[in-house]
């Protein structure tokens, strides 16, 4: 019948139009949600650039101004050279924080004997990061001080050895950008301890810009790793309760054994005189000097203080200076001419050894 054509046409007319509604619809949806996708993904992107700019800054402990993309093994290599460049004493060291002002890694009291078998070898072996010449500075931190130690030193091998293998691992401890520089007197005229450590000074300067100078006799070893080798305010006095005097102090004003001086205070006093040969007073000319310039002596405690001295027989050639009194009671009179300042002598050989640097000197004679 005509009408229901008619009717029939209709409802198919309406249902075509729906479907092509919901064709519409669905793509329109689709489209909306494949661009949201897109978005999506680009500001990931951007995120994981950022977080990986962040990591990049963290590990090295560098800032970075801006981030260049880098592929992982690019980075692992560059990681791996900075270490390296961290580990070369005598090079700019790379930003890193500063260590703190009490290194965390002492220990505090030592057991020290010397009755044990060492060996320049072995001690090598204990210590791997120290560095030819007897270098060392910490890689993780700045070091707060850059410190030459400087001993005086003629034919006393064995004792070297024993400070060698007490020092290292605890200057390491404390966390110290050091050098140790012995001064080994040529020839046998007779012995000038304090000439020697005025060559120890100059000579560590012309290898680093050391800031802070410990004078250490070769044969004293602290009992405790607080006992930090470094320089304070005032110049210090470290070895300051020693076994042999009953872990006290001889006299208040006792300024022998193991000292430490900025460069500041030893330039203030003009070094350290180069006429005492022989035993004794050397150390209070220094004493002397100090006071005259109106400084004061820091020392630690007496139980931080506490050290051993090795035992020995008084050496040839170094006899008691009949004339060290004399001097010592003109100290003031003589320090401004006799000093750094008027210091001369002769380097025989410079030999950088795997645990310190050897300076050969003639010093002359009286
Ligand atoms: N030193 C040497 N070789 C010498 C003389 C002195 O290396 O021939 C150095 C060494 O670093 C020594 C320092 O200079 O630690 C001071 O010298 P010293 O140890 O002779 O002085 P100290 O006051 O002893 O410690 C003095 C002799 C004590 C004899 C005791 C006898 N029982
Ligand atoms: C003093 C000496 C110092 C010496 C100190 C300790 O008498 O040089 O003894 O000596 N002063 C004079 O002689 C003027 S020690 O017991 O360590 O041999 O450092």
Redesign the pocket.
Known sequence: MPGDSAVNFNLLHRTCKLVVLLCFLHISVTVFFYVRSLDLRFAFAQNQQSLHHNVTATSSQLTTSAFTSRTKLEEEQRVREQEQEQLRPGEPQKELDKCPETSPLLVGPLRIEFNIPVSLQQIKKDNPQVQPGGRFRPTDCKALQKVAIIIPFRKRDEHLKYWLYYLHPILQRQQLDYGVYVINQDGDEIFNRAKLLNVGYTEALKEYDYDCFVFSDVDLIPMDDRNTYRCFSQPRHLSVSMD??GFRL?YNQ?F??VSSMSKEQYLKINGFPNNYWG??????DIYNRLASRGMSISRPSGEVGKCRMIRHDRDKQNE?NPQ??DR?AHTRDTMNKDGINSLSYTVVSVDKLDLFTEITVDVGKP
Not at 279 to 284: A, L, N, R, V
């Open positions: 042999k005097f001889p006792y022998g054994g035993w004794g007073g050397e150390d209070d008691p060290r009194f010592i």
